[in-house]
């Protein structure tokens, strides 16, 4: 969910256990959705997309579900390693000046205890 | 190796000082774009390109400039009207923003501190 101030959502989990991160997002037109990885002092990494024409995609270890009835997102983690540590952030590309431009959502940081 | 770069890594700038931050890529991308990232925050576009020679302004566009003169470079300069230039700048592109399915590659950021 939504949080106010300087805090990101965070999710705690123990390494081996499943990791949920949810995301809501804002424009109904938008077709597509993205989730990045950012570990600490480093740019966004690509993790896996969804078109709006599918409800569900797998990739390795995860999972994106997409429910276009209440605008939300949600990134499935399997077996999550230490390695997963890191903010997750979803984003959306809606029509902005007749391209499409990425929105970012505020991220939520996934911390993974060995 | 292709990438996306920025230069630098960490950048102090002075009061009332211009500072430059550099981006350049290596991928043929069309796209270019800069973001703005504080503490505790998403990412929030400040400019972005879509081709040679042409700029748009993002949604925190005050207090920044950029240029477009070659296809690999998108320099963005903070200008001395930015009164709260502390943050993480993120460089990106694409092949190009005009569909829906693009992915952005991002640089690995550039730290800008206030003295």
Same mark, same amino acid.
């Given at each position: 969910g939504e949080s106010v101030g300087l805090h990101l959502p965070t999710l705690s989990v123990q390494e081996g256990d499943n990791s949920i991160i949810n995301c809501a997002y804002s424009? @109904?037109? @938008?077709d597509y959705f993205i989730w990045y990885k950012q570990e600490s002092g480093k740019g966004p990494q690509f993790i896996i997309d969804i078109r709006s024409n599918m409800d569900k995609r797998q990739g390795q270890r995860v999972t994106v579900l997409l429910n276009k009835t209440v605008k939300h997102l949600s990134l499935q983690i399997a077996a999550?390693?230490?390695?997963? @540590?890191a903010v997750y952030f979803c984003a959306e590309n809606p029509v902005r000046g007749g391209s499409y431009i990425p929105t970012f959502g505020r991220g939520t940081s996934l911390i993974v205890h060995p | 190796d292709g990438g996306i770069t920025q230069s630098p890594k960490y950048l102090f700038r002075k009061e009332g000082q211009n500072v430059t931050l550099s981006c350049e890529q290596n991928?043929?991308?069309d796209a270019m774009y800069w973001y703005r990232q504080d503490p505790g925050q998403g990412l929030r576009l400040i400019y972005y390109s879509q081709i040679v020679n042409d700029f748009q302004k993002g949604d925190i566009a005050e207090g920044y400039s950029v240029s477009r003169? !070659? !296809?690999?470079s998108f320099p963005l300069t903070v200008t001395s /009207?930015? !009164?709260?230039?502390t943050a993480f700048y993120l460089c990106a592109s694409s092949t190009?923003?005009?569909? /829906?399915s693009e992915t952005q590659y991002f640089g690995p950021g550039t730290r800008l501190l206030v003295l």
């Open positions: 424009n @109904s037109a @938008s999550t390693q230490p390695g997963d @540590s | 991928l043929n991308h003169e !070659k !296809k690999e /009207a930015q !009164k709260n230039p190009e923003s005009g569909r /829906a």
